[in-house]
């Protein structure tokens, strides 16, 4: 038998991706129809234990941008000309594979109503790094702290 019950049952962490579009840029809020209909499914994922957050992003005029080059910052206030390469707004699922994370997106309300794309990317894993013992105990530490900020507020 190959891998062990805790490697077949390991669950892994995507980062759902909104696109932003021009609507969402412009500060269009969703109706209360999309709103509805983004909620059940929220609920759904919820019931089903497998979303760890979820949110909707301000447009980037709201926002900045922090370039780097060696030791200099370089800050640019919002808006973003490139629509189509925005956030609107994330999901982060933990699943059991990159193919169960596709099904739930495919359930996902059409944001747009139109043509619209989201995006799936796994996110790393303390366990994908090499590191020391030592780096790994700090990683689980902090780990630990975020979570007991959260549960105390």
Partial sequence: ?????????????????????ADSEAGVMPSEEMISEMTAFNEELVKSGVMLAGEGLHPSSKGARVYFDGDQRTVVDGPFAETKELIAGFWLL????????????????????????????????????????????????????????????
């Fill in 94 to 153: 933990e699943v059991k594979s990159l193919e169960e994370a596709v099904e739930w997106v495919k359930r996902v309300p059409n944001p747009t109503g139109e043509q619209s794309q989201i995006e799936i990317r796994q996110v790393f894993s303390p366990e994908d790094f090499e590191m020391s013992d030592e780096l790994k105990d700090r990683e689980a530490a902090l780990a630990e702290q975020i979570k007991a900020q959260q549960a105390a507020k």
């Fill in 1 to 21: 038998m190959s891998g062990s019950h805790s490697e077949r049952d390991k669950k892994m962490r995507f980062m759902v991706i909104v696109k932003a579009t």
